[in-house]
């Protein structure tokens, strides 16, 4: 709600016209705002904080789910970690900027199926 009062209170200082549109669909303008060769169809692999999806982006302002999580999202992970850790809450921000100066040769984590160049989903209805 905060959001929305600030973007209102910008318009009509700014005399800006409010395109109102689903967050995520903003997220889908974003990567072909920064990728000029993106143009629907095509698919969309959204992994955030909130949402784990594969989208179908037909054309614009026409998306179909083809599948998501049905418990936790991918992002939510870094909040447990954060968790694990006693950072505060959103603890991700700041797992993600811990990361960025880690140890990355600290584990040598397996690498699965390297040989086949696979994409493998379970998705449950």
């Given amino acids: ?16 016209e409010i395109i109102p549109i689903h ?9 072909e705002s920064k990728i000029r060769s993106l143009k ?4 969309c692999l959204l992994v955030s904080g909130g949402h784990t999806q594969i ?7 026409q998306y179909s789910i083809l599948g998501e999580t049905i418990d936790d999202a991918c992002g939510e992970a870094f909040d447990k970690v954060g968790k694990l850790l006693n950072l505060e809450y959103p603890g ?6 811990l990361a960025k100066v880690g140890n990355s040769e600290r584990f040598n984590f397996p690498r699965a199926l390297t040989q086949k160049e696979t994409l493998t989903l379970v998705l449950v209805d």
Avoid: R
């Avoid at 967050?23 to 990567?31: K, M, S, T, V």
């Avoid at 989208?55 to 302002?61: E, L, R």
């Avoid at 991700?92 to 900027?97: E, F, I, L, N, S």
């Fill in 1 to 16: 709600m905060v959001g929305e009062t600030v973007a209102k209170t910008i318009s009509k200082v700014k005399n800006i």
């Fill in 23 to 31: 967050h995520l669909e903003g997220i889908y303008w974003h990567l």
């Fill in 40 to 43: 629907p169809p095509y698919l």
């Fill in 55 to 61: 989208i179908d982006c037909d054309d614009y302002g």
């Fill in 92 to 97: 991700g921000p700041k797992v993600a900027q």
